[in-house]
Each structure stands twice: as C-alpha cells, then as structure tokens.
C-alpha cells in the first residue's frame, strides 16, 4: 500500500510531487462526488490571486455530472482556517464558474490531454458561463483521488485553455478536501 494522502501533507508537497502523484493516481469515481461541496485551495501563488480558498460542489443537471464554485472570505490560514462564504444573494451563496465533470477519455483528444487521459476532468466551457461568468470557458482542470477509491480529498491540476490545440497555460495545482453534504443546490 501507498502513502496516505491528507489534506495537509498533499498541501506541503512541491509541484514535482504533486505532478507525479496526479499522473500516478486514480480518478475519483465522479458520482461519489455528487451532493457534497469540496473545500478548495489553490497551490500556487498565481492561483491565490483569484482567491486562496474557495468551495467546490458537485450534483446532476439533466441528467449530466456537474460543478459550480463558491467564493470565500480570504484568511490566510491555508488549510488550518474556515472557508466562510464571502458573497451571498437572497441568503443563499453566490454560485458560478459552472463545470461539468467527465473523463479525460471521453474528451476531444487535444495534445494537452495525453499525459492525463486516465484522469478526471472539469471542463467550465459551458453555456451556464455567460455574462460575468464568460472567463471561465477557458478552465479546464485534471483530478485525482490521491488515495485510491476514496473521494474525501482530490488533487487537480488547472489550465487556461486559450486555443486548445496550440496554447494552454498552466494556472496551478489546488487541493480538495474536507466534504460536507451540499446545503444551497444550485438548480
């Protein structure tokens, strides 16, 4: 058996290690994923400028596995803070940058796909995305269950995809854990 994967120690790994363990690792089972939201921090110091700490939650729309965001109040305690939602309307937390969730397999074969074809994959280029919410078409993210068959932490790996076959930049490396039952469904 592998090293077990926390929220904390995959945290303090380097980009190297965590490149190797999203190319070494399973996807996670995308339906374990439905009905829970997802605390989420971004790795990189690029990824903190649209926010350190966000939330991720999962559930179906027609029939199809998808994903939104929530925004959250910055604290600067990495993994060790809360994740208190930042914007709300109505009382119900603010919910965009829309995803549906799939297999990397099951995607259009674009080169920056091949090193994770055995990998989840959230892909934001969606109607859903429209007015403020356009950006985010360009996101495409890979996943990993870091230990294997447990969909309590997830490791991605997030890109800017421009112009799919010719430029995709890398964003950063985020981490996904400590999953509570979704309050606010979004649809």
Not at 56 to 61: E, M, P, Q, S
Not at 84 to 112: C, H, N, W
Not at 158 to 167: I, K, Q
């Amino acid at each position: 058996m592998g090293k077990i994967w926390t929220y904390e120690s995959l945290g303090l790994e380097s980009k190297a290690s965590l490149e190797n363990v999203l190319r070494t690792g399973v996807p996670p089972n995308l339906e374990d994923l439905n009905g829970y939201i997802y605390c989420g921090e971004n790795h990189e110091w690029i990824g903190k400028v649209s926010g350190e700490k966000f939330k991720k939650g999962y559930t179906k729309k027609d029939g199809v596995n998808m994903g939104y965001n929530e925004m959250c109040t910055q604290d600067g305690k990495k993994w060790t803070g809360d994740w208190p939602i930042r914007r709300k309307a109505d009382g119900k937390p603010i919910q965009l940058a829309f995803f549906r969730t799939s297999m990397v397999k099951d995607e259009p074969a674009y080169p920056l796909y091949k090193p994770y074809i055995n990998l989840a994959h959230f892909n934001y280029d969606l109607p859903l995305n429209s007015g403020y919410n356009i950006p985010f078409r360009v996101i495409r993210d890979f996943v990993v269950a870091p230990n294997d068959g447990d969909p309590e932490l997830l490791l991605c790996k997030a890109y800017l995809t421009v112009f799919p076959y010719f430029l995709n930049i890398f964003y950063c490396y985020f981490l996904l854990g400590m999953r509570e039952p979704i309050v606010d469904m979004p649809w």
